[in-house]
């Protein structure tokens, strides 16, 4: 970690204990639990008892932290023996450091770490700044409040998280507060509520996002693309069902690791079933249904499959973090001389799939085993061939990649695609994913050349990843103004007026002959609201059609983001969208 990082970390941090002493001076009965530096800032997680802060008090916690921070107060460390500072949490009240320094004497720990500034003494591992005064006016800010329960566990006390941001420089909090503001514009969540892409409802179910029609319409364009992409590149494609018996499950290892992370089972016919987490248990077992030559291998199968997972509800976030969505799943068989030819097909794919979707900016992370750690299943040769193979691949395509050792699942090396966002930010979109595990516990194999039976390699390749994830990146990536080639609506034609519909109505079946996606706003409204709102949704062109265009043999199109008209025949439109649909331009 460079030096730069490590002195704003330890200025976040000082900043989470100013914080914290000025809600120890504002809130005397608060009792305190953790208060970590993060990235672009900090927070701290405190139970304030009866008392429900809002948003509304955060002005005066920062007011407080001023007045503290003005006084250029010393941090001053001491250690106390665990014993002691047991007593002494115990006696103060404050529960969970008292919890914490219990964990730690269990751990071994002997003694524990104090800082004070002022009157406010906090158990803390630190480092901090001198003093209170390093913190420079102006470089921080308390932006919002959460629950968070204590430890994570939904079985414990909810608290309150008060988050705070902070910097070197007034220069970098605007610049991060601009952008902040910039993301806040690009929201998915609230994009998607003004486009009505998709919604979440109470009474269906907390991570089980809904999508609305202009939603499911860019999803079945990017479905059918992927499809065609695979067919392209010989794979079949397979739809497994929702729920699974659990002996699938049994024989796959989920319900001994990952059970946690399904949901409860269901008792059917005296049989028990769960919704199923992974498609690649059912793929295992299409594989199995024949033998299988060294001339069928690779066998690539596709799927569009959803699968459930249990996440906790303080933790879902719009289509982010979901509990239902859709994997773009694949599962390569191949022998292990085909590994390389494999990979390089799968990265070739990718970077077509990048390319016609926009994105420029991404790298490679290749995820490792960790000869010590004593979690990975499988042959250590075979890890080795795959992970050089991988590396090969990487190298002689020339692109950007790092690598980390020890982040390998389990059963395999990975290869994650970090895309980076428009805020600089990675998220992991795309996954090409060795497997060690299935294969065995399925016993899948091939008869080689000899007539042997031989284990293959199998790869899981998610090019979308999920289509809910990758949705919440793609329409923060645009910011709704999508490409023509896979926009909800292509083309919006407003209506002057009443007389004016049937002309529309008319144009719109010639557009949607022509394999436009078109809609016709007929509303009972102004001219100009109706614009307004074709505007809002971000349209690619939009026809205003009167009594001069209905008079005229050619289209009046007006540009999303012009204020211009523009004259074009119908036949030079419709081969505008077509060679813009085609190139994915």
């Known amino acids: 970690m460079s030096k730069e990082k490590n002195n704003l970390e330890m200025l976040r941090h000082s900043m989470s204990h100013v914080m914290a002493a000025a809600i120890q001076k504002l809130y005397p009965e608060a009792k305190f639990a953790i208060g970590p530096s993060i990235e672009n800032g900090y927070y701290y997680d405190i139970d304030f ?115 705070g941001v902070g910097f070197e420089s007034k220069e970098a909090l605007a610049d991060y507060q601009k952008m902040m503001k910039e993301a806040e514009e690009r929201n998915h969540r609230k994009i998607g509520r003004e486009m009505e892409l998709f ?82 248990p059912a793929g295992m077992m299409i594989y199995k249904m024949k033998p299988r030559s060294y001339r069928d291998l690779p066998y690539k199968q596709g799927e569009f499959g959803t699968v459930y997972r249990y996440e906790k509800s303080g933790e879902l976030h719009g289509l982010q973090r979901v509990r239902g969505f859709t994997q773009n799943d694949a599962h390569i068989f191949c022998t292990p001389d085909q590994l390389k030819e494999q990979f390089l097909e799968v990265m070739e794919m990718l970077e077509k799939f990048y390319s016609d979707v926009g994105f420029e900016n991404y790298r490679y992370r290749l995820s490792l085993y960790d000869d010590e750690k004593d979690k990975y299943v499988g042959d250590r040769k075979d890890w080795l061939q795959a992970e050089e193979t991988m590396r090969e691949v990487l190298v002689e395509k020339g692109v950007e990649f790092y690598e980390e050792k020890g982040e390998a ?44 039976k031989k284990r293959p390699f199998v790869i899981h390749r998610a090019l979308i990843g999920s289509f809910e994830r990758f949705f919440a990146f793609l329409i923060e990536y645009y910011g709704g103004k999508f490409p023509v080639w896979f926009a909800p609506v292509q083309v ?94």
């Open 492 to 585: 919006k034609i407003v209506a002057v007026s009443e007389k004016h519909i049937d002309f529309c109505n008319k144009l719109a079946r010639e557009f949607f002959d022509n394999d436009v996606r078109v809609e016709v706003d007929i509303s009972d409204e102004t001219v100009g609201n109706k614009i307004r709102k074709a505007v809002k949704e971000k349209v690619p062109y939009m026809l205003v059609v009167g009594d001069k265009e209905m008079g005229s043999e050619n289209l009046m199109i007006r540009d999303r983001g012009s204020q211009d008209v523009r004259e074009i025949s119908k036949e030079n439109f419709f081969a505008e969208i077509r060679n813009k649909v085609v190139e994915k331009k």
């Open 49 to 163: 008892g009866d008392k429900k802060l809002t948003e509304d008090d955060l002005p005066k916690i920062e007011k407080e932290m001023k007045a503290i921070i003005k006084k250029g107060l010393e941090f001053e460390r001491s250690e106390m023996d665990v014993d002691e500072a047991i007593k002494k949490e115990e006696k103060s009240g404050q529960i969970y450091k008292k919890e914490l320094i219990e964990d730690l004497k269990s751990a071994g720990e002997k003694k524990v770490s104090y800082y004070k500034l002022g009157d406010f003494e906090d158990l803390c591992r630190g480092p901090h700044v001198e003093k209170s005064s390093k913190i420079k006016p102006g470089t921080y800010k308390l932006i919002s409040l959460a629950g968070a329960y204590w430890r994570g566990d939904e079985k414990n006390k909810m608290l309150t998280r008060i988050y």
């Open 409 to 452: 699942a389990f059963y395999g090396p990975k290869l994650d695609v970090q895309a980076v966002n428009v805020f600089g930010k990675e998220d992991s979109i795309s996954t090409i994913q060795v497997d060690f595990n299935l294969p065995e516990r399925f016993d899948v194999h091939f008869i080689d050349k000899d007539g042997q």
């Open 199 to 280: 919604r979440n409802f109470n009474e269906i179910g907390q991570g089980l996002p809904v999508w609305l029609p202009n939603g499911y319409t860019m999803r079945r364009v990017l479905e059918d693309y992927m499809w065609k992409l695979e067919r392209s590149y010989g794979y079949v494609h397979i739809l497994t069902p929702h729920i699974n018996k659990k002996e699938l499950f049994e024989t796959s290892g989920h319900l001994g690791f990952y059970d946690k992370d399904m949901y409860s089972p269901m008792q059917i016919d005296e049989e028990t079933f769960y919704l199923k987490p992974m498609n690649c």
